[in-house]
């Protein structure tokens, strides 16, 4: 099985705003929390 495409999975689309925003908003919880918990020391 090496060849799989189901089409009743939504397949999001990638030049789309809100996919881009979508990425952007959990890079930056990402980068939030990693230097939140560098700064506490936890």
Do not use: F, K, N
């Not at 999001?12 to 990693?34: K, M, Q």
């Amino acid at each position: 099985m090496t060849y799989w495409r189901d089409t009743m999975v939504d397949q999001p689309e990638r030049d789309s705003a809100a996919y881009v925003t979508g990425w952007t908003i959990s890079g930056l919880a990402v980068l939030g929390t990693i230097i939140g918990v560098w700064v506490l020391g936890i």
